[in-house]
């Protein structure tokens, strides 16, 4: 059996999650290794939208997604990776949706984002291909649209640029008391372990009692090139109802101008569903849903469609701490579902104070593996 030299902390999975962990244990000053079963970012963050978004409806959600915005806009690489300051409009369908998303604007406005009201009028002149009969929006500005894959690739490029290692094609069999074993027999040996498998982490979950995780199915459509089409990221109300709910399957509007001129449209939720082939009665029925919204989508040419899975959990809240049950060194970060590319960064910083003994930045209590007590029992 092969031993691999010692690192103070090896993560599995390359994923945005894992990349975000190991670049900033890395900064830290950590010796780190990253295992990837596959290619960096070709999970999860392959199929994502990668709408960075500070989702308020939770209240511990909304303070990791505020935590990692800040995170992300103090990263070195941030000025040089594809995304648009797109801000995202909230559109309201409805006189009901309409108020509640003025509590939305007050909380938004509360935490210090910029966020504001457009009426129908004003809504017509930011977004002309708009349906009229809109309820207004509320414009939230600091929002942005990014590609995951390079989120990904770039965090690990930092992890191999300060002495970092990354190993592609490298799954992990186990997680061992002194570090984990690779598929191919060898030992690495590590201070730490952080489980980031995404949607794979309860293959290797150590404890006795199952990881409460289940992959959620998403499928988005991109289409040809038509710059200026959309200036923002636009999202229904009802999409958080449709991101919270635990409806078998949802379908909700959200689509986004891509740095390329195209635009990418979402998405629809489907625990039903375990196939990774497209669901093409439920891609119409997103489709006729854009049509509600920009009623002229559909002169547009569908390029691509495609399907991934969101590593969801009870509760809608990602898993960053220790393993209940497991060793001291055994970290677990994972099941931030259908938000992980814009709370990766938020992430490895919570995760980070928790290993080095420090506060977190934010109150961690709500992200502990440990509220699933009875499941993890
Ligand atoms: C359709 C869709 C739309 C989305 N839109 C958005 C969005 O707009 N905004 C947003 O913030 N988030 C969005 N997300 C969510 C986001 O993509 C995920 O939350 C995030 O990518 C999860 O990252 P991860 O690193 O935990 O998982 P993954 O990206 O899945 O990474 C896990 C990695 O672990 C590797 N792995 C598994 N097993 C092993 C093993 N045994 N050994 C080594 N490696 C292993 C896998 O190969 C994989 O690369 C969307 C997701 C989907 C599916």
């Known amino acids: 059996m092969t031993v691999q030299a010692a690192v103070d902390v090896a993560i599995v999975g390359g994923g945005v999650v894992g990349c975000a962990c190991a670049h900033a244990a890395t900064q830290a000053g950590l010796r780190v290794a990253v295992f990837e079963a596959q290619r960096i970012g070709a999970g999860a963050t392959a199929a994502g939208m990668g709408h960075l978004v500070t989702i308020d409806d939770d209240p511990a959600e909304f303070a990791l997604a505020c935590l990692s915005m800040r995170l992300w806009r103090a990263w070195s690489d941030w000025g040089a990776i594809e995304r648009r300051a797109t801000g ?61 894959p390079e989120l990904a690739a770039r965090l690990a490029a930092g992890v191999r640029a300060a002495g970092g290692r990354v190993a592609e094609m490298t799954p992990v069999a186990s997680l061992r008391d002194d570090g984990l074993q690779l598929a191919d027999g060898t030992r690495v040996v590590a201070g730490h372990v952080l489980l980031a498998a995404g949607c794979d982490s309860p293959r290797l979950w150590p ?105 969801a959990t009870p509760d809608g809240r990602p898993i960053i701490g220790r393993i209940p049950g497991g060793r001291d060194n055994q970290w677990v970060a994972t099941g931030h579902e ?14 980070l104070d928790l290993l080095r003994g420090r506060a977190p930045a934010i109150d961690p209590a709500p992200y502990a593996p440990s509220r699933f007590a009875q499941a993890l029992a």
Not at 115 to 125: G, M, N, T
Not at 338 to 351: E, K, N
Request: proline fraction near 6%; include cysteine.
């Open 207 to 311: 404890a006795r009692a199952p990881l409460p995780l289940r992959p959620r199915k998403g499928q988005l459509a991109i289409t040809d090139r038509h710059p200026g089409y959309i200036a923002h990221a636009l999202v229904e109300l009802g999409y958080i109802d449709a991101a919270h709910g635990d409806a078998d399957e949802s379908v909700a509007f959200n689509a986004q101008p891509r740095v390329s001129g195209q635009v990418l449209l979402g998405s629809s939720r489907s625990f039903a569903d375990t196939r990774p082939a497209l669901d093409t009665a439920l891609l119409a029925r997103m489709v006729r849903r854009a049509q509600r919204f920009l009623p002229d989508i559909g002169q547009l040419q569908m390029l691509r469609c495609w399907a991934g899975f969101r590593p």
């Open 88 to 148: 995202t409009l909230w559109l309201a369908e409805t006189v009901a949706q309409r108020e509640a998303a003025h509590a939305k604007l007050a909380r938004l406005r509360g935490a210090g984002l910029d966020a504001d009201w457009l009426e129908p009028d004003a809504l017509h002149a930011a977004e002309p291909r708009l349906a009229r009969d809109l309820a207004g929006a509320l414009r939230v500005s600091g929002d942005e649209v990014a590609y995951g």
């Open 338 to 351: 259908g938000l992980g590319l814009t709370t990766a960064t938020g992430t490895a910083s919570v995760w």
